[in-house]
């Protein structure tokens, strides 16, 4: 079974710095894809990246980028130059290697971005 | 396009009543997906589908049934509604890739 662990509730960050959300995994499943999902106030679930295990280079989407570790079993979201915007809760979530790639997401991490 | 698109926005059911969650998207995926978020905590697959026709159970989906007769609509029914119900369900839809694109969410309460 997969499993999803994001270990932070909240996190405090000032505008502009830089900050990391915690993700870590446990699959028995060789292929697999993570994601990040972002759900501001008003509850929509926003894409945000994606890396698949046989990716190379970690995954890059303009401010966000994904740490991936394979060894260590982590992806950790990394936000660059935070905006008050990135104020919400953030979610890891990881498909299985079956057709229907069925997804397991983690609790999440709420971020608050500090003017 | 509209994406995925999810009906109503909130709901108040009593204990007992049933009714039908209905999503839609007009991007012609095959794979369609239901979760619940309770407050929280993060998603929890109910139902799938991966194409009319072919579904299948997920990991909450007691009390919950799916039918998917068009590409297009993937409807949830809830029989005889229970406060352990309540909660945020969203209709997600993955084509080729491996993004789910989610819907809105339907706010379901359960007094």
């Known amino acids: 079974a997969q499993k999803i662990t994001q270990t932070q509730p909240g996190m405090f960050v000032q505008e502009k710095e830089a900050v990391t959300l915690d993700c870590t995994y446990d699959t028995s499943d060789q292929s697999y894809g993570l994601f990040w999902y972002k759900q501001p106030s008003s509850g929509e679930m926003i894409f945000l990246i994606y890396q698949g295990s046989y990716d190379e280079q970690n995954a890059t989407e303009g401010r966000y980028s994904l740490n991936f570790q394979k060894a260590r079993k982590s992806a950790n979201l990394v936000i660059s130059a935070s905006q008050l915007g990135d104020s919400a809760m953030y979610f890891c979530?990881?498909?299985?290697?079956?057709?229907?790639?069925?997804?397991?997401f983690g609790i999440g991490t709420k971020l608050q971005v500090i003017p | 396009n509209a994406g995925v698109t999810q009906t109503p926005k909130f709901r108040i059911l009593k204990i007992g009543q049933s009714m039908t969650l209905q999503c839609t998207q007009d991007m012609n995926h095959n794979y369609m997906y239901w979760y619940r978020q309770d407050p929280g905590m993060g998603l929890k697959l109910i139902y799938y589908?991966?194409?009319?026709?072919?579904?299948d159970k997920g990991e909450v989906p007691n009390g919950y049934n799916v039918s998917r007769s068009t590409t297009e609509d993937f409807p949830l029914r809830l029989e005889l509604a229970a406060p352990s119900q309540t909660s945020v369900y969203f209709c997600?839809?993955?084509?080729?890739?491996?993004?789910?694109?989610f819907g809105p969410g339907t706010r379901l309460t359960v007094l």
């Open positions: 997600a839809a993955r084509g080729a890739g491996s993004e789910q694109f």
């Open positions: 589908s991966v194409g009319a026709g072919i579904t």
């Open positions: 979530a990881m498909r299985d290697s079956g057709g229907y790639q069925k997804v397991t």
